[in-house]
């Protein structure tokens, strides 16, 4: 069975991925600090509505509840539920707002998460040795 041996990675694709983290960072940075602001802003709109929360308002609460905290973590206040509310249909929209902003986020990190292991599976397996035999 021949043997491979492993390419030492070049000074330029090791360039590549180090700017490829760094954009990531950035991006990363840019989005969150993004998503804060218009969490605030919405906050503050929402909060000046003297009517008692519905459905609709209820399901903008529980979307920007995940997306909160690093809002709470540096001490702003952002309102994530609220107190003057219709009952059970706020609280309906509350839960399918928070179930949908899960399914959004934790959707796609699982997404990525399969197609990341699916590529490593491809790049292990030698070319004409199917996966199943391959006992990947």
């Known amino acids: ?13 090791l360039g590549r991925k180090l700017l490829r983290i760094v954009l990531r960072a950035i991006t990363i ?6 998503l804060g602001w218009v ?7 929402l909060d000046r509505s003297a ?4 459905f609709a ?3 903008l609460h529980g ?3 995940p997306m909160a905290m690093p809002n709470l973590l540096i001490g702003q206040e952002v309102t ?5 509310n219709t009952g059970r249909s706020y609280k309906l929209g509350y839960t399918a707002g928070v179930n949908a902003c899960g399914l959004l986020f934790f959707g796609y ?13 491809e790049a292990v397996t030698p070319p004409g040795l199917s996966h199943s035999r391959a006992g990947l």
């Open 1 to 13: 069975m021949p043997q491979t041996q492993a390419k030492a990675p070049s000074s330029d694709s």
């Open 29 to 34: 940075a840019v989005v969150a600090i993004s």
């Open 39 to 45: 969490v605030q802003r919405s906050s503050a709109s």
């Open 51 to 54: 009517a008692p929360a519905g």
């Open 57 to 59: 308002r209820g399901m």
């Open 63 to 65: 979307a920007i509840m």
């Open 80 to 84: 994530i539920y609220a107190p003057n």
């Open 109 to 121: 990190f699982f997404w990525r998460v399969n197609r990341t292991r699916r590529e490593l599976k």
